[in-house]
């Protein structure tokens, strides 16, 4: 009994949980009704409450969505009431509790088999030396007794910048591979500042990826996301490598569960509660000896360079104070400069130290007690061989900390074409002052940042640091507009940045897809561009950049950043609009950031900023964005189990668009926006019951749909879909196949190849309830093969599963 009340409870948990999420797509929607669907049959049964009781509709009390533990409780014991009521009731809850378990990552076989081993780390340096003491002392953590029990080793490599802490945590983690079969973890935390660190739900959603998790089944927010990773790394033996933390909270939700893995921290700043409460070793990472400085020097400048003499390359070493940044910096100098001498450099970094400059002037009052900085003499030396146009390259994308530098970014902020920017970067690149991290992208070390901007704001003054900063922000708003029109070009949008966007007669079908994929390697600067944007006071393009990434954030999510960037968006726009701006912008930045609440189960928020929403675009006669309130306002409350509310939404934002006349703003979209609110009002009507006439409304979505421009066969299809549903609820199983089989035609012409499994799936089900397994298994296999194409391991497993089960 125990163990059937945990299944359920589980399945419950699972499915509320992607419910406002919108996680698992149609299949998990689908899933959230039929579990209304059965908790109302309880009620009807007299099984008891489900622990929310809504309104009294038709003689009895209709179920809402179980938020709570208790109310989750709730709804598993009337489903078991419910099972043993009947053998009919007992196979649906039986069906339904399997169904709802495919939609938990938890019981993706790539995951709980340890299939995917994730291989995150970078590449080693090649002129990596020394640190053999940190090799020793992780090794002997590994095999000390009496570690304790149930615990992950972690380790924490403490030192200043450049000291060389991330290139000893990788060399390590590559010689300890041996030792944890099951992959290594890898991430940047970016902790040189509040403003950089990532958000530990950025790199969950990350990690939970790369261990074999479904993007579309991971969770919107922190908390769930920690479960998940926690299930993910239970059992196995890996590494964790965290590099750059910027304090212990970055840190702990991405420690594993595991008591077999490594972590490897490292920071600028001392570890507390890692070490007090979860048992992190400190170690601090000092320089390199003088011999091992020697040593380095002498293989980044290479042994194509003239040796030089012993006394004078100790004297550039001394000079680098054996911090292994600087080293390197200074040795790549070398390598690449042929007429560049170990006596000039020599000589450069002493009068650096000294307070000299080339020409031995004084470069300004000295600190009495101030240490010299060897990092700071080297680049300034590095910096002082730059060729002018490429000085100017390296101050213009200093201007933010872009968490890299792409050829986009540099010719931007610069102000130069992109084949210039392009050979400038890897000037910086060869000399160590950039680190090229892929193809055509570089990053800076943040202590390089720091002496490339305070050489900005001295040379080149905050007014031109700004200008750089609104041409790479408009550089960026340009390419995210393009590419979030290719991947939803029917939706509507505001904002100049679309004006005159096209799609090519003969598009390719995959071009959606690689657009997508565009912005998602480009997110981390995006959302850095829309916080620049705003630090600068660019609120034209702030709203304008949230508006490009809507694409981005509705179908991938990163819900974090998304509200974060969102909330930067909506101010924006509010402020825009008092300075003569865009006043519909404020409306459509709430909109979408309540989507962003949504993903992460804040319905509550989500609900007041489509109230705001609402009113923004009532105050400025915004019908189309004031409908689109509505709706999602609409939507929100279907997600809840809350159909007759949400039906009067999906009426009154109808209402709204008859407003809207020929010519009018939103006009163009006025018939597909209704047609997709009649198939809204149809799915509501039927989950109340009311199944004549949401047949009639779902009737009527399939005329409009039909008599848009190319027929839009994707939502045909879908409405397909919802009469075949309506037809289930209604008995008839029958006349719910025939409405699948077109369901079926209209997803193989929009090449919609998921959804086409989707609909396969579907009308299986339909195949068993009324015997028929030969059709039923052509079904699943057909779906499968649209899930193996596709790359859905969920859905092809699901699928497979179940064939099994006929073939047994």
């Known amino acids: 009994m125990e163990a059937l009340m945990g299944m359920a409870l589980s399945a419950v948990g699972t499915v509320v949980s992607g419910a406002l999420s919108g996680a698992g797509g149609e299949a998990g929607r689908r899933t959230s009704e039929r579990l209304y669907d059965l908790l109302s049959r309880g009620r009807r049964a007299g099984a008891g409450g489900a622990g929310n009781s809504g309104s009294p509709a038709g003689g009895s009390s209709r179920p809402r969505l179980p938020v709570t533990e208790s109310e989750q409780a709730e709804a598993a014991r009337l489903l078991l009431e419910l099972a043993r009521s009947s053998p009919e009731f007992a196979r649906e809850v039986t069906e339904w509790v399997r169904e709802a378990s495919w939609l938990s990552p938890r019981t993706v076989p790539?995951?709980?088999?340890?299939?995917?081993?994730?291989?995150?780390?970078?590449?080693?340096?090649?002129?990596?030396?020394?640190?053999?003491?940190?090799?020793?002392?992780?090794?002997?953590?590994?095999?000390?007794?009496?570690?304790?029990?149930?615990?992950?080793?972690?380790?924490?490599?403490?030192?200043?910048?450049?000291?060389?802490?991330?290139?000893?945590?990788?060399?390590?983690?590559?010689?300890?591979?041996?030792?944890?079969?099951?992959?290594?973890?890898?991430?940047?935390?970016?902790?040189?500042?509040?403003?950089?660190?990532?958000?530990?739900?950025?790199?969950?959603?990350?990690?939970?990826?790369?261990?074999?998790?479904?993007?579309?089944?991971?969770?919107?927010?922190?908390?769930r996301q920690r479960d998940l990773y926690l299930d993910c790394t239970a059992g196995r033996r890996m590494i964790v490598v965290l590099d750059n933390a910027r304090n212990d909270a970055q840190v702990v939700p991405l420690l594993p569960a595991s008591p077999e893995c490594l972590v490897l921290v490292t920071s600028r700043h001392r570890p507390g509660l890692l070490v007090s409460e979860h048992g992190a070793r400190p170690h601090s990472l000092g320089p390199l000896s003088l011999a091992d400085s020697v040593t380095l020097i002498r293989r980044v400048a290479g042994s194509d360079r003239a040796p030089g003499p012993d006394a004078v390359v100790r004297a550039v070493a001394e000079g680098t104070g054996g911090i292994p940044l600087a080293l390197c910096t200074t040795g790549a100098g070398l390598a690449v400069r042929e007429h560049l001498t170990w006596?000039?450099?020599?000589?450069q970094l002493s009068d650096r130290i000294h307070g000299h400059d080339a020409g031995g002037a004084a470069m300004g009052e000295p600190t009495p007690d101030a240490p010299a900085d060897p990092v700071r003499a080297v680049q300034d030396v590095s910096y002082g061989e730059l060729t002018p146009d490429c000085a100017a390259l390296y101050r213009a994308i200093a201007v933010w900390p872009w968490p890299t530098v792409t050829v986009l970014c540099a010719a931007h902020a610069a102000g130069i074409d992109e084949d210039e920017a392009r050979a400038l970067l890897e000037q910086l690149a060869r000399v160590h002052l950039l680190e090229e991290v892929g193809a055509e992208r570089y990053r800076f070390h943040d202590l390089t940042r720091a002496h490339a901007r305070a050489?900005?704001?001295?040379?080149?003054?905050?007014?031109?640091?700004?200008?750089?900063?609104?041409?790479?922000?408009?550089?960026?708003?340009?390419?995210?507009?393009?590419?979030?029109?290719?991947?939803?070009?029917?939706?509507?949008?505001?904002?100049?940045?679309?004006?005159?966007?096209?799609?090519?007669?003969?598009?390719?079908?995959?071009?959606?897809?690689?657009?997508?994929?565009?912005?998602?390697?480009?997110?981390?600067?995006?959302?850095?561009?829309?916080?620049?944007?705003?630090?600068?006071?660019?609120?034209?393009?702030?709203?304008?950049?949230?508006?490009?990434?809507?694409?981005?954030?509705?179908?991938?999510?990163?819900?974090?950043?998304?509200?974060?960037?969102?909330l930067l968006g909506a101010?924006?726009?509010?402020?825009?609009?008092?300075?003569?701006?865009?006043?519909?912008?404020?409306?459509?930045?709430?909109?979408?950031?309540?989507?962003?609440?949504?993903?992460?189960?804040?319905?509550?928020?989500?609900?007041?900023?489509?109230?705001?929403?609402?009113?923004?675009?009532?105050?400025?006669?915004?019908?189309?964005?004031?409908?689109?309130?509505?709706?999602?306002?609409?939507?929100?409350?279907?997600?809840?189990?809350?159909?007759?509310?949400?039906?009067?939404?999906?009426?009154?934002?109808?209402?709204?668009?008859?407003?809207?006349?020929?010519?009018?703003?939103?006009?163009?979209?006025?018939?597909?926006?209704?047609?997709?609110?009649?198939?809204?009002?149809?799915?509501?009507?039927?989950?109340?019951?009311?199944?004549?006439?949401?047949?009639?409304?779902?009737?009527?979505?399939?005329?409009?749909?039909?008599?848009?421009?190319?027929?839009?066969?994707?939502?045909?299809?879908?409405?397909?879909?919802?009469?075949?549903?309506?037809?289930?609820?209604?008995?008839?199983?029958?006349?719910?196949?025939?409405?699948?089989?077109?369901?079926?035609?209209?997803?193989?012409?929009?090449?919609?190849?998921?959804?086409?499994?989707?609909?396969?799936?579907?009308?299986?089900?339909?195949?068993?309830?009324?015997?028929?397994?030969?059709?039923?298994?052509?079904?699943?296999?057909?779906?499968?093969?649209?899930?193996?194409?596709?790359?859905?391991?969920?859905?092809?497993?699901?699928?497979r599963s179940r064939l099994a089960e006929l073939t047994a």
Request: charged content about 25%; aromatic content about 6%.
């Open 571 to 799: 101010e924006a726009a509010r402020r825009s609009a008092a300075e003569f701006g865009d006043p519909r912008a404020v409306g459509r930045m709430l909109t979408q950031l309540a989507f962003a609440y949504m993903g992460v189960g804040r319905a509550d928020e989500a609900a007041r900023a489509l109230e705001e929403a609402r009113a923004a675009d009532q105050a400025c006669g915004h019908h189309r964005g004031e409908a689109t309130a509505v709706e999602s306002l609409g939507l929100l409350h279907l997600k809840q189990w809350e159909f007759v509310a949400a039906q009067r939404c999906f009426e009154e934002a109808q209402e709204i668009l008859r407003r809207i006349g020929p010519g009018q703003d939103g006009w163009t979209d006025v018939p597909r926006a209704t047609a997709l609110l009649a198939h809204h009002i149809g799915r509501a009507q039927t989950k109340q019951g009311h199944f004549t006439a949401a047949v009639a409304r779902l009737n009527d979505a399939l005329a409009q749909f039909r008599r848009l421009p190319g027929g839009d066969p994707y939502n045909v299809g879908r409405v397909y879909m919802s009469l075949g549903d309506a037809h289930l609820d209604a008995g008839d199983a029958e006349l719910a196949r025939v409405c699948l089989d077109k369901a079926v035609e209209a997803m193989t012409e929009a090449d919609a190849a998921l959804q086409l499994a989707d609909a396969l799936e579907a009308r299986s089900r339909c195949h068993r309830r009324a015997g028929r397994p030969a059709e039923e298994a052509e079904d699943l296999r057909a779906a499968a093969t649209c899930y193996e194409e596709h790359g859905n391991q969920a859905g092809l497993d699901k699928v």
């Open 455 to 566: 050489l900005a704001a001295a040379e080149d003054g905050h007014g031109r640091m700004a200008a750089a900063v609104r041409r790479v922000a408009v550089a960026q708003l340009r390419f995210a507009a393009g590419r979030d029109f290719r991947v939803m070009p029917l939706r509507w949008r505001l904002g100049p940045a679309y004006r005159g966007l096209a799609l090519p007669e003969h598009r390719d079908p995959a071009d959606g897809k690689h657009a997508l994929a565009d912005l998602r390697a480009e997110r981390e600067n995006l959302a850095a561009v829309v916080r620049a944007a705003a630090h600068h006071g660019f609120d034209d393009l702030v709203w304008q950049l949230c508006e490009a990434l809507w694409a981005l954030h509705l179908l991938l999510g990163f819900h974090a950043q998304w509200i974060d960037t969102h």
């Open 343 to 347: 006596e000039r450099v020599a000589r």
């Open 110 to 223: 790539a995951v709980a088999h340890g299939a995917s081993r994730p291989q995150m780390l970078p590449p080693a340096t090649a002129v990596f030396t020394d640190r053999a003491e940190v090799l020793a002392w992780l090794t002997a953590l590994l095999d000390e007794e009496g570690r304790t029990p149930g615990a992950p080793t972690i380790a924490v490599l403490t030192g200043p910048g450049g000291i060389g802490k991330t290139a000893a945590v990788v060399r390590c983690a590559f010689e300890l591979m041996d030792r944890f079969p099951d992959g290594v973890l890898f991430a940047d935390l970016a902790g040189a500042s509040d403003g950089t660190a990532l958000q530990p739900s950025d790199v969950l959603a990350r990690f939970l990826e790369r261990l074999g998790v479904p993007a579309a089944m991971v969770p919107g927010d922190e908390a």
